[in-house]
């Protein structure tokens, strides 16, 4: 069965800081996706990056970066030089090739606090 | 840029009750999902929909719950009689296609009392 795991709950950083959010998660498929999403204070959830089974590719955007390695299923992000606007909860979720339709199994997120 | 959009933003209602969650998908994407938010925990799966049909339910999808395309842009979820236990955000998402990223609309919050 598919599962999402990130261990941290709550994270609090100073502005500035670098931190890295942890992902690991299970799955019995050979194609999956795997996808970062924010929760701002406001309660949307923002989509920030897609990433599939095949590419193990390190990605940077901005000060966010992505890195996905297979061997130990883990998909962790990194915010470079926090900001008070990255507070927000952010899920880590996987859907499977499988399930057809590919509904998103999520983590239950981890909460950052920037403090200025 | 496109974006999904739900409606209304709060609902309350009294246990027991019927209630009508709204949503417009993107225009040209063909999968649409509805997901719910306890307060303070995590996203979980309730229902996808593709090509005018339930492709897959969760267990919470129980039924209580049902999905409607009633035209070409509106995406519904009725919960038939509603109890304390479905006080929730409600969102709904959208994709292109298979795989593809999912967008999620703003949400609606519920309240059972």
């Known amino acids: 069965a598919q599962k999402v795991t990130q261990a941290q709950t709550e994270i609090s950083v100073v502005e500035k800081e670098d931190v890295t959010l942890d992902c690991v998660y299970e799955?019995?498929?050979?194609?999956?996706?795997l996808f970062w999403y924010k929760q701002p204070p406001s309660g949307e959830l923002v989509f920030l990056i897609r990433?599939?089974?095949?590419?193990?590719q390190n990605e940077i955007s901005g000060r966010y970066s992505w890195n996905f390695q297979k061997s130990t299923s883990s998909f962790n992000f990194t915010i470079t030089a926090s900001q008070v606007v990255d507070s927000a909860v952010y899920f880590c979720?996987?859907?499977?090739?499988?399930?057809?339709?590919?509904?998103?199994?999520f983590g239950k997120g981890t909460r950052l606090s920037v403090i200025a | 840029e496109p974006e999904v959009t739900q409606t209304p933003s709060h609902q309350v209602t009294q246990m027991g009750q019927e209630v009508i969650l709204r949503c417009v998908p993107i225009?040209?994407?063909?999968?649409f999902y509805w997901y719910r938010q306890i307060l303070g925990q995590k996203v979980e799966f309730l229902v996808s929909?593709?090509?005018?049909?339930?492709?897959?339910k969760s267990e919470i999808f129980d039924d209580q719950f049902s999905v409607e395309r009633p035209d070409g842009s509106n995406f519904t979820l009725k919960i038939r009689s509603t109890k304390l236990e479905d006080s929730a955000m409600y969102f709904c998402?959208?994709?292109?296609?298979?795989?593809?990223?999912?967008?999620f609309g703003p949400g609606t919050r519920l309240t059972v009392l």
């Open positions: 998402a959208s994709s292109e296609g298979w795989g593809a990223e999912q967008f």
């Open positions: 799955t019995r498929d050979t194609t999956y996706y």
């Open positions: 990433r599939n089974s095949f590419d193990e």
């Open positions: 979720a996987l859907s499977e090739a499988l399930s057809g339709n590919t509904p998103l199994v």
């Open positions: 225009s040209n994407h063909l999968y």
């Open positions: 929909f593709y090509n005018n049909e339930i492709s897959e």
